[in-house]
């Protein structure tokens, strides 16, 4: 089993509507979990950092750790052609020095 | 403030051949990881550099090796190229201890291509 779970999509939905990607994982020592966003052929690019339970917004984006289901979410609202990317989770322990990324879910955005 | 940035963009060699990867660091960031995203699949860890020094390995051979540099740029060695080395190399930049988060930001990546 992975430590990390993400299903790889691909996800399509129009434009307007509200996007939800979710990873779950296994470790119980992560304890900062992060959102990358990555167009094909690029760097993943870091959209959002959380570290305790609870909701964390900005934007149109918001994010969402629930430790005890061991479950994170990242919505998007009013989405737009331009959100079409792969999503990758990542999640660090304290004490650890690597990420740990979840497999990445590619999202499309149509018009 | 630059980003990180990394060479050479595109790379192709033959199975067995050597490789080095190079990465530069955001401004004002010591800490160097490297990670390899196979096509389809999420960044794996390969190792991480702080202050010139290895702080920790994932799961790969020591034919994997790195350099970190006094400006903090670094080094991905790849020694004897397989066919599975194929990938997208992801240089990310941090400043634990410095910054509030140990927060990764990564660069564009090299794309490795081993015939």
């Known amino acids: 089993q992975k430590e990390v779970e993400q299903d790889p999509g691909p996800l399509s939905v129009p434009e307007g509507a509200i996007v939800s990607l979710n990873c779950t994982y296994s470790?119980?020592?992560?304890?900062?979990f992060m959102w990358y966003r990555q167009y094909s052929r690029k760097g993943p690019e870091l959209l959002m950092y959380?570290?305790?339970?609870g909701n964390k917004e900005d934007g149109r984006f918001t994010a969402q750790v629930d430790k005890s289901s061991k479950y994170i979410s990242l919505f998007i609202r009013d989405s737009q052609p331009s959100d079409s990317a792969t999503y990758l989770c990542a999640m660090l322990a304290g004490t650890a020095s690597k990420l740990t990324f979840g497999t990445g879910t590619r999202l499309q955005v149509t018009l | 403030e630059t980003g990180v940035t990394q060479s050479p963009t595109h790379l192709i060699k033959t199975r067995g051949q050597q490789v080095t990867l190079r990465c530069s660091s955001q401004s004002g960031h010591n800490t160097v990881s490297w990670y390899q995203q196979a096509l389809g699949q999420g960044p794996q860890f390969i190792f991480q550099?702080?202050?010139?020094?290895?702080?920790g390995r994932g799961n790969f051979p020591p034919r994997f090796s790195g350099l970190q540099f006094p400006n903090y740029s670094s080094e991905l060695n790849v020694n004897a190229l397989e066919l599975d080395d194929s990938a997208l190399y992801l240089c990310a930049s941090s400043a634990p201890g410095v910054t509030s988060t140990d927060t990764q930001y990564f660069g564009p990546g090299t794309r490795l291509t081993v015939l």
């Open positions: 959380t570290y305790s339970s």
């Open positions: 470790n119980s020592a992560f304890q900062y």
């Open positions: 550099y702080y202050r010139e020094e290895e702080n």
